[in-house]
Protein backbone atom coordinates (compact mmCIF):
# COMPACT_ATOMS: atom_id res chain seq x y z
CA UNK A 1 0.00 0.00 0.00
CA UNK A 2 1.88 2.95 -0.75
CA UNK A 3 1.09 6.59 1.27
CA UNK A 4 -1.39 8.22 -0.33
CA UNK A 5 -3.82 4.61 -0.02
CA UNK A 6 -3.22 4.58 3.49
CA UNK A 7 -4.07 7.89 4.19
CA UNK A 8 -7.30 7.65 2.07
CA UNK A 9 -7.68 4.84 4.26
CA UNK A 10 -7.54 6.52 7.64
CA UNK A 11 -9.83 9.40 6.62
CA UNK A 12 -12.86 6.85 5.24
CA UNK A 13 -11.89 4.89 8.47
CA UNK A 14 -12.43 7.95 10.50
CA UNK A 15 -15.88 8.17 9.36
CA UNK A 16 -16.67 4.73 9.25
CA UNK A 17 -15.68 4.84 13.08
CA UNK A 18 -17.37 7.81 13.99
CA UNK A 19 -20.96 6.91 12.35
CA UNK A 20 -20.95 3.67 13.55
CA UNK A 21 -19.22 4.14 17.18
CA UNK A 22 -16.35 2.09 16.75
CA UNK A 23 -14.48 4.04 19.53
CA UNK A 24 -11.26 2.79 19.27
CA UNK A 25 -10.85 2.33 15.82
CA UNK A 26 -11.53 6.03 15.51
CA UNK A 27 -8.74 7.02 18.30
CA UNK A 28 -6.51 4.81 16.17
CA UNK A 29 -6.80 7.56 13.44
CA UNK A 30 -5.49 10.15 15.57
CA UNK A 31 -1.89 10.76 16.86
CA UNK A 32 -0.66 11.50 20.23
CA UNK A 33 -2.10 15.09 21.40
CA UNK A 34 -3.95 15.75 18.16
CA UNK A 35 -6.72 18.51 17.62
CA UNK A 36 -9.61 18.41 16.15
CA UNK A 37 -12.21 21.28 14.91
CA UNK A 38 -16.05 21.23 14.73
CA UNK A 39 -19.01 23.47 14.49
CA UNK A 40 -19.52 22.44 18.42
CA UNK A 41 -16.13 22.01 19.67
CA UNK A 42 -11.99 22.90 19.87
CA UNK A 43 -10.24 20.90 21.65
CA UNK A 44 -8.07 17.48 21.62
CA UNK A 45 -8.89 14.30 19.76
CA UNK A 46 -9.26 12.46 23.15
CA UNK A 47 -11.94 15.33 24.45
CA UNK A 48 -13.96 15.29 21.01
CA UNK A 49 -14.37 11.07 21.49
CA UNK A 50 -15.07 11.57 24.88
CA UNK A 51 -17.85 13.79 23.89
CA UNK A 52 -19.03 11.37 20.72
CA UNK A 53 -19.10 9.11 22.78
CA UNK A 54 -21.41 10.76 25.66
CA UNK A 55 -23.60 11.80 22.60
CA UNK A 56 -23.58 8.33 21.45
CA UNK A 57 -25.49 7.49 25.13
CA UNK A 58 -28.20 10.55 24.23
CA UNK A 59 -31.34 9.06 22.97
CA UNK A 60 -32.42 12.47 21.37
CA UNK A 61 -28.80 12.98 19.90
CA UNK A 62 -29.09 13.48 16.10
CA UNK A 63 -28.36 10.33 13.83
CA UNK A 64 -25.42 11.67 12.03
CA UNK A 65 -23.58 9.94 9.10
CA UNK A 66 -20.86 11.43 7.16
CA UNK A 67 -19.83 10.18 3.23
CA UNK A 68 -16.20 10.87 2.29
CA UNK A 69 -15.44 11.64 -1.57
CA UNK A 70 -11.98 12.41 -3.27
CA UNK A 71 -8.82 13.19 -1.59
CA UNK A 72 -6.17 15.35 -2.61
CA UNK A 73 -2.67 14.31 -0.98
CA UNK A 74 0.40 15.49 -0.45
CA UNK A 75 3.31 13.67 1.39
CA UNK A 76 6.48 14.86 2.44
CA UNK A 77 8.66 12.45 4.33
CA UNK A 78 7.09 11.40 7.51
CA UNK A 79 4.20 14.70 7.15
CA UNK A 80 1.45 14.89 4.75
CA UNK A 81 -1.32 17.13 3.95
CA UNK A 82 -5.24 15.53 2.82
CA UNK A 83 -7.92 17.69 1.74
CA UNK A 84 -10.94 15.57 1.13
CA UNK A 85 -15.20 16.33 0.01
CA UNK A 86 -17.24 15.39 2.52
CA UNK A 87 -21.02 15.40 3.16
CA UNK A 88 -22.50 15.44 6.96
CA UNK A 89 -26.20 14.22 6.81
CA UNK A 90 -27.51 14.44 10.57
CA UNK A 91 -31.45 13.80 11.37
CA UNK A 92 -32.97 15.18 14.50
CA UNK A 93 -35.80 16.46 16.10
CA UNK A 94 -36.63 20.79 15.34
CA UNK A 95 -39.16 21.41 17.65
CA UNK A 96 -41.18 18.64 17.17
CA UNK A 97 -40.41 18.62 13.33
CA UNK A 98 -37.99 15.69 12.44
CA UNK A 99 -35.65 17.22 9.89
CA UNK A 100 -32.50 16.33 7.90
CA UNK A 101 -29.63 18.73 7.36
CA UNK A 102 -26.90 18.63 5.06
CA UNK A 103 -23.49 19.73 5.22
CA UNK A 104 -21.04 19.82 2.64
CA UNK A 105 -17.62 20.68 2.82
CA UNK A 106 -13.73 19.34 3.04
CA UNK A 107 -11.70 17.85 5.69
CA UNK A 108 -7.57 19.41 5.96
CA UNK A 109 -6.31 17.25 7.79
CA UNK A 110 -2.28 17.32 9.09
CA UNK A 111 -1.02 13.51 9.16
CA UNK A 112 2.26 12.08 10.82
CA UNK A 113 3.55 8.80 10.59
CA UNK A 114 3.57 7.63 14.20
CA UNK A 115 5.19 4.38 14.85
CA UNK A 116 4.94 3.61 10.75
CA UNK A 117 1.30 4.53 11.06
CA UNK A 118 -0.26 7.36 9.23
CA UNK A 119 -2.40 9.47 11.56
CA UNK A 120 -4.27 12.86 12.02
CA UNK A 121 -2.15 15.25 13.88
CA UNK A 122 -4.35 18.25 13.02
CA UNK A 123 -8.31 18.16 11.54
CA UNK A 124 -9.48 21.77 9.77
CA UNK A 125 -13.04 21.52 8.08
CA UNK A 126 -14.01 24.09 5.28
CA UNK A 127 -17.26 24.55 5.54
CA UNK A 128 -19.42 25.19 1.68
CA UNK A 129 -23.05 25.31 2.29
CA UNK A 130 -25.76 23.91 4.71
CA UNK A 131 -29.71 23.21 4.03
CA UNK A 132 -32.33 21.63 6.20
CA UNK A 133 -35.50 20.07 5.21
CA UNK A 134 -38.48 18.59 6.92
CA UNK A 135 -38.25 14.62 6.81
CA UNK A 136 -41.99 15.00 5.71
CA UNK A 137 -42.19 17.41 2.77
CA UNK A 138 -45.78 18.52 3.98
CA UNK A 139 -44.62 19.60 7.34
CA UNK A 140 -43.71 23.14 7.63
CA UNK A 141 -40.49 24.79 9.57
CA UNK A 142 -40.62 27.63 11.82
CA UNK A 143 -37.11 29.28 12.37
CA UNK A 144 -36.20 32.17 14.42
CA UNK A 145 -35.03 34.44 11.43
CA UNK A 146 -32.83 36.28 13.56
CA UNK A 147 -31.09 33.37 14.94
CA UNK A 148 -30.44 31.96 11.78
CA UNK A 149 -28.84 35.34 10.16
CA UNK A 150 -26.14 35.28 13.66
CA UNK A 151 -24.74 32.50 12.55
CA UNK A 152 -21.68 31.83 9.79
CA UNK A 153 -23.80 31.27 6.72
CA UNK A 154 -21.78 28.39 5.51
CA UNK A 155 -22.67 26.55 8.28
CA UNK A 156 -25.47 27.93 9.96
CA UNK A 157 -28.22 25.31 9.59
CA UNK A 158 -26.38 22.91 11.33
CA UNK A 159 -25.59 24.73 14.28
CA UNK A 160 -28.57 26.42 14.51
CA UNK A 161 -30.27 22.71 15.45
CA UNK A 162 -27.01 22.59 17.63
CA UNK A 163 -27.53 25.47 19.18
CA UNK A 164 -30.68 24.73 20.48
CA UNK A 165 -29.37 21.77 21.79
CA UNK A 166 -27.12 23.64 23.99
CA UNK A 167 -23.89 23.23 21.79
CA UNK A 168 -21.53 26.08 22.50
CA UNK A 169 -20.75 27.03 18.77
CA UNK A 170 -17.70 27.17 16.78
CA UNK A 171 -18.09 30.81 15.31
CA UNK A 172 -14.96 31.20 13.10
CA UNK A 173 -14.27 27.97 11.23
CA UNK A 174 -13.18 28.63 7.79
CA UNK A 175 -15.45 29.04 4.90
CA UNK A 176 -15.34 28.14 1.22
CA UNK A 177 -13.37 30.60 -0.57
CA UNK A 178 -12.96 33.02 2.10
CA UNK A 179 -9.65 35.04 3.22
CA UNK A 180 -9.36 32.28 6.19
CA UNK A 181 -9.47 29.04 3.56
CA UNK A 182 -6.39 30.86 1.86
CA UNK A 183 -4.42 31.43 5.27
CA UNK A 184 -5.38 28.02 6.58
CA UNK A 185 -3.79 26.81 2.96
CA UNK A 186 -0.45 28.86 3.59
CA UNK A 187 -0.23 27.47 7.45
CA UNK A 188 -0.81 23.91 5.76
CA UNK A 189 2.07 24.45 3.57
CA UNK A 190 4.35 26.33 6.07
CA UNK A 191 3.74 22.72 8.37
CA UNK A 192 4.67 20.56 6.01
CA UNK A 193 7.74 21.85 4.76
CA UNK A 194 8.28 23.11 7.64
Known amino acids: M ?10 RHWALCRDTRQWEGLRRCYAPGASVKTTW ?14 GADNPHAPQS ?14 KALAETRMVLML ?13 WGRF ?13 Q ?19 LKLDAARLASLPKAY ?17 LVQHNSPEQALL ?10
Request: hydrophobic content about 40%; proline content about 5%.
Open 65 to 78: LHSIGASSIEVLGD
Open 91 to 103: RAPLDGVEVDIIA
Open 185 to 194: YQTAQDWLRG
Open 108 to 120: VDFFVRHHGRWCI
Open 41 to 54: MVGSAEDFIAASIK
Open 122 to 140: QRHPVHEKDRMDPVDPGAV
Open 156 to 172: RHITYMQSLQGATITPD
Open 2 to 11: TDTQAIEQVV
